[in-house]
Antibody
């Protein structure tokens, strides 16, 4: 069965970076994009961007351009999202999702807390 | 392209028919999906292509619309349907989500 398993919760200081992983199983990893979605506490869903594992091409939301980097390691079917220059308002749950283009499978979410 | 949802919240009872509307600021053909999210959980895909029911989703959920106006209908609300519902555009990047509609008891 298709599964996306994300790395565990992180606590970071303002100005630091965080790298979240998303390990896929149960399907051909390179056949689908992985998207990343942010959800701040009590807020809605915010699309951050996606990666095409086959070509390595990424597409980022304008809001995150210059601060986010999405990569993948096809040898271990894992996608990564790194967000830099963290601020307190980056505190959120980050989800990975398989894109088809609709998001049919989601990871469990990774809570990133930014606090001094 | 911006997405708006109405209402932002609603109160309903088990057995009620519930309709949520999503409007796009420009036409997006049928490139729209609907998701359900419960507290502390990842969103769950309900509808894609504006009207195609995702496998395993109960048939009381249905979607309609194209262009700029879309609706999600729950024909008979069940206790497990109390949640927040989001629409998402998928015609081009960015794959923006609507602000959500919270369905409460």
């Amino acid at each position: 069965q298709v599964q996306l398993v994300q790395s565990g919760a992180e606590v970071k200081k303002p100005g630091a970076s965080v790298k979240v992983s998303c390990k896929a199983s149960g399907y051909t990893f390179t056949a689908y994009y992985i998207h990343w979605v942010r959800q701040a506490p009590g807020q809605g869903l915010e699309w951050m961007g996606r990666i095409n594992h086959y070509s390595g091409v990424t597409e980022y939301a304008q809001k995150f351009q210059g601060r986010v980097t999405m990569t993948s390691d096809t040898s271990i079917s894992t996608a990564y999202m790194e967000l830099g220059r963290l601020r307190s308002d980056d505190t959120a749950v980050f989800y990975c999702a398989r894109g088809f283009p609709h998001f049919d499978y989601w990871g469990q979410g990774t809570l990133v807390t930014v606090s001094s | 392209i911006q997405l708006t949802q109405s209402p932002s919240s609603l109160s309903a009872s088990v057995g009620d028919r519930v309709t949520i509307t999503c409007r796009a600021s420009q036409g997006i053909s049928s490139y729209l999906a609907w998701y359900q999210q419960k507290p502390g959980k990842a969103p769950k895909l309900l509808i894609y292509g504006a009207s195609t029911l995702q496998s395993g989703v109960p048939s009381r959920f249905s979607g309609s619309g194209s262009g700029t106006e879309f609706t999600l209908t729950i024909s008979s609300l069940q206790p497990e349907d109390f949640a927040t519902y989001y629409c998402q555009k998928l015609n081009n990047y960015p794959f923006t989500f609507g602000p959500g509609t919270q369905v409460d008891v």
